[in-house]
């Protein structure tokens, strides 16, 4: 009889998980949704620094030694932040085509990420003078690097690692781009 009472009380202690209303898939589908929705907002800070050093190499293309791996160092972080694709079937999976668009090849050959990340939109504003403008990218990153390291706050461990990782990278790149040497 003791025996069972015990099995029995081994029995309840290990039922605590879901009580059957389903609270606890309905509580892991909100973490999952809260983390897409930070991840993506984070992407789109990230695309946005990424996009002003496209204006600023635009309008400075005698910026480019300098900007260039900076630049490359930020779409790595949105391909980064970017959701995971969905896992599917082989069977199912679309043949690459021989015809890529140029856009889509051009932006792979400089490191661009491809997608729905945020591409439309006026290009940043940017100052005539090339030191104003690498001052005011260099505005951008730090404030991307705030952002991020307020955001891992709120992330899961995993993502919270990913965010200090980018918001270190970003004030290590103003840095660079404000006290740093200058080619």
Do not use: F, I
Request: charged share 20%; with cysteine; aromatic share 2%.
């Amino acid at each position: 009889m003791a025996a069972g009472a015990a099995a029995g009380g081994l029995l309840t202690a290990c039922s605590g998980g879901d009580d059957g209303d389903g609270s606890d898939t309905r509580a892991s589908a909100a973490a999952v949704r809260a983390e897409k929705t930070l991840r993506a907002r984070s992407a789109r800070t990230s695309h946005d620094v990424l996009r002003h050093y496209d204006a600023v190499l635009e309008r400075h293309p005698d910026q480019t030694a300098r900007l260039t791996p900076l630049r490359g160092a930020v779409a790595r972080h949105v391909t980064a932040l970017s959701p995971p694709p969905p896992e599917k079937d082989e069977s199912a999976k679309p043949k690459p085509s021989a015809s890529a668009s140029p856009s889509a090849s051009a932006s792979a050959s400089r490191g661009t990420p491809v997608g729905d990340a945020g591409d439309t939109g006026p290009m940043p504003s940017v100052n005539a003078d090339p030191g104003t403008a690498v001052r005011e990218l260099a505005a951008a990153e730090r404030r991307a690097a705030d952002a991020h390291a307020e955001a891992l706050v709120h992330a899961p461990p995993e993502l919270a690692r990913l965010l200090a990782s980018l918001a270190a990278a970003g004030a290590a790149h103003a840095y660079l781009l404000t006290e740093g040497p200058s080619s």
